[in-house]
């Protein structure tokens, strides 16, 4: 928290922010809880950075050392891979399928007295 209200200069509810989506997102995302609103918030998280931190230093990233700094080009592999998550849901083993079961036809239809 001290280096993004510190050296990165972001609010207290920005900073907080990331740590919460970083941290919770990536453990739900592993579960397949709620992934695609949290793969939402990491295109949004990715976005910002690449326009905060990255975008002066190009597309490619620093696999020379020739660089001041990093591209974003690691932080488009994350955005598309979240779109993937946002279009197609987080797939047959999900946490989400378990505890959102569909019940059958038979069971939700009411039944006559």
């Not at 797939?91 to 989400?96: H, I, N, P």
């Amino acid at each position: 928290m001290a280096y993004f209200t510190g050296t990165a200069h972001l609010p207290w509810l920005i900073a907080l922010l990331v740590i919460l989506i970083e941290f919770f997102g990536s453990l739900s995302l592993i579960l397949g809880l709620a992934s695609r609103i949290w793969s939402l918030a990491f295109i949004c998280l990715f976005t910002g950075i690449i326009l905060t931190a990255h975008k002066d230093f190009g597309f490619f990233m620093n696999w020379f050392g020739n660089q001041k700094g990093e591209g974003f080009e690691y932080h488009l592999l994350i955005i598309g891979l979240s779109l993937a998550i946002l279009v197609n849901g987080s797939g047959r083993y999900a946490l989400d399928r378990l505890l959102l079961k569909e019940r059958p036809l038979s069971a939700t239809r009411a039944r006559p007295v």
